[in-house]
């Protein structure tokens, strides 16, 4: 349900599941977070990319798998809860290049990503109300922060209420929009700029940047202020200062 490739130091996750707009199934998440632990623990692999199909990144979780799960089978099993997890622990920075329909669970699959790229006509929604139940893996929270309040509810509680790309690029929900057939490669670019870098500050500084969402202002620059210490233990950084001064290029080694 999912292809992958590699272009250099960039992997590719590139949801597969055409016939059903890519609905996340417990298949397809069992095969994209198999990818994902794959990449991220590869010295090879500086980011990662996730992407669906032109129409659609993904149109949400399977309604037709679980509509008939029951409260204690969910709660037993603390259903989706395993399917999100490697998403939230991967260390690598992972950019999704959203084209076409990102509904409920893609929206929020989008949103567990750390950059989003969208092509001109993607959609983002949470259309779960229309289904008698609400976001289950970050819609009311990652949306709210990312595109504040009011909106969020009117997102959330018409189910119907969208953000085009062009309103998703306005509220920070997404860092840019690219034409649907340029995005992956727009994404990849991007990827493989970030995974030139020092994979080991790469990965403080996306560990940093996601501290302030969990801390306090002073917690999050104590936070801060100890990993770019630590980064002078690194070689990368010994490397990238020198270079500095010696008017070259670095070359990271990723140490
Ligand atoms: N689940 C299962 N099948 C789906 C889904 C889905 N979410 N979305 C589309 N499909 C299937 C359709 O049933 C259809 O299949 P078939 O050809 O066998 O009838 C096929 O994909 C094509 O869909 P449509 O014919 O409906 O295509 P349209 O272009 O007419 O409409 C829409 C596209 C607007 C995207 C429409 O398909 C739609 O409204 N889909 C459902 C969107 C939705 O409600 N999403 C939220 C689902 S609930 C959820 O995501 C909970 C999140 C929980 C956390 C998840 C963790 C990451």
Redesign the pocket.
């Given at each position: 349900m999912i292809k992958t490739e590699t272009q250099g130091r960039v992997a590719v996750v590139t949801l597969d599941r055409p016939?059903?707009?890519n609905?996340?199934c417990s298949e397809l998440f069992h095969e994209v977070n198999d990818a994902l632990a794959r990449f991220d623990s590869d010295d090879g692999i500086g980011a990662v990319v996730l992407t669906g199909s032109e129409r659609?990144f993904a149109?949400?979780?399977?309604?037709?798998e679980m509509k008939d799960a029951e409260f204690i089978h969910n709660y037993k099993t603390n259903f989706?809860g395993h399917?999100?997890e490697q998403l939230s622990r991967m260390r690598k920075p992972i950019i999704a290049a959203v084209n076409g329909?990102a509904?409920?669970?893609?929206c929020?699959?989008a949103m567990m990503c750390d950059i989003i790229y969208a092509g001109e006509k993607a959609v983002f929604g949470q259309?779960?109300i229309?289904?008698g139940?609400i976001?289950?893996?970050g819609g009311t929270q990652r949306l709210t922060r990312a595109v504040g309040k009011s909106k969020a509810m009117e997102m959330v509680l018409t189910g119907t209420v969208n953000l085009t790309a062009q309103e998703a690029l306005a509220s920070g929900l997404v860092s840019a929009v690219h034409p649907p057939e340029e995005l992956v490669a727009e994404a990849i670019k991007t990827a493989a700029k970030i995974a030139a870098k020092g994979a080991v500050s790469v990965q403080m500084a996306k560990e940093a940047v996601n501290q302030a969402y969990e801390l306090s202002l002073s917690s999050g620059l104590h936070f801060e202020r100890r990993l770019f210490q630590a980064t002078f233990a690194t070689k990368d950084q010994k490397e990238g200062m020198a270079a500095f001064a010696e008017k070259r290029k670095p070359k990271f080694v990723h140490e």
């Open positions: 016939k059903a707009l609905a996340l659609a149109a949400g979780a399977d309604i037709k989706l399917w999100v329909y509904l409920g669970g893609g929020e699959l259309p779960e229309n289904l139940t976001p289950g893996a």
